[in-house]
Nanobody, 121 residues
Framework: QVQLVESGGGSVQPGGSLRLSCAAS????????MGWYRQPPGKQRELVAF???????IYADSAKGRFTISRDNAKNTVYLQMNSLKPEDTAVYYC???????????????WGQGTQVTVSS
């Protein structure tokens, strides 16, 4: 089994910053892509940023220039640095990872439990 555990959410004023972390653990043979999605109140889940094992990162237009995704492969961890936060960034943020578990030669999608980010004055 593979688990994704997020941390770093919370409340912040507009213009502030937060850093989210997500650590993958369990029976992992290989982690392919990692990313962050969010679900604002009353809306559908949407992509925020995505980082494959190789190649360029992908950002939603709303995140470009303000958010930075990075990963530490040695720690099986992905980060999301969020700067210049706006009230419309308020959402539950979910970590995502495409993982090939040990003893199972296929890729599977895994999700974290979600962490609340609230931007309000």
């Amino acid at each position: 089994q593979v688990q994704l555990v997020e941390s770093g959410g919370g409340s912040v004023q507009p213009g502030g910053s937060l850093r989210l972390s997500c650590a993958a653990s369990g029976s992992i043979f290989r982690i392919n892509a990692m990313g962050w999605y969010r679900q604002p109140p009353g809306k559908q889940r949407e992509l925020v940023a995505f980082i494959p094992s190789g190649g360029s990162t992908i950002y939603a237009d709303s995140a470009k220039g303000r958010f930075t995704i990075s990963r530490d492969n040695a720690k099986n961890t992905v980060y999301l640095q969020m700067n210049s936060l706006k009230p419309e960034d308020t959402a539950v943020y979910y970590c995502y990872s495409e993982v090939m578990p040990t003893l199972r030669p296929e890729n599977y999608d895994y999700w974290g439990q979600g962490t609340q980010v609230t931007v309000s004055s």
